[in-house]
Nanobody, 124 residues
Framework: QVQLVESGGGLVQTGGSLKLSCTAS????????MGWFRQAPGKAREFVGG????????YYADSVKGRFTMSRDNAKNTLYLQMNNLEPEDTAVYYC?????????????????WGQGTQVTVSS
């Protein structure tokens, strides 16, 4: 099975940028559909974006489309989430997750492996 560790979170002002990393060990990220989720206090975990296993096609939630970009570096066995033009509403703990499916799902229950999360705080 794969182990996932997120990094890159922090405090940023509105309009700023952050790049999150999710480094995998045990198995390669290219062997899974991968997803980024986030969870704000008092709210349910929500899908941010995903990347398919084979083609590397990416999918995004409407709330982040045009601002966030996912990528995968197979040589480094790492998944990235570039976040630009951040808004206070983006404040949350961000998690990466791996699914045995070919395509990423918006449902958290379809992901078998999760990282511990990294905090992103956007100040107004």
């Amino acid at each position: 099975q794969v182990q996932l560790v997120e990094s890159g979170g922090g405090l940023v002002q509105t309009g700023g940028s952050l790049k999150l990393s999710c480094t995998a060990s045990g198995r390669t990220v290219s062997g899974y559909a991968m997803g980024w989720f986030r969870q704000a206090p008092g709210k349910a975990r929500e899908f941010v974006g995903g990347i398919s296993r084979s083609s590397g096609s990416t999918y995004y939630a409407d709330s982040v489309k045009g601002r966030f970009t996912m990528s995968r570096d197979n040589a480094k066995n790492t998944l990235y989430l570039q976040m630009n033009n951040l808004e206070p509403e983006d404040t949350a703990v961000y998690y990466c997750a791996a699914s045995n499916r070919d395509f990423p799902s918006t449902y958290a229950s379809t992901y078998a492996y999760w990282g511990q999360g990294t905090q992103v705080t956007v100040s107004s």
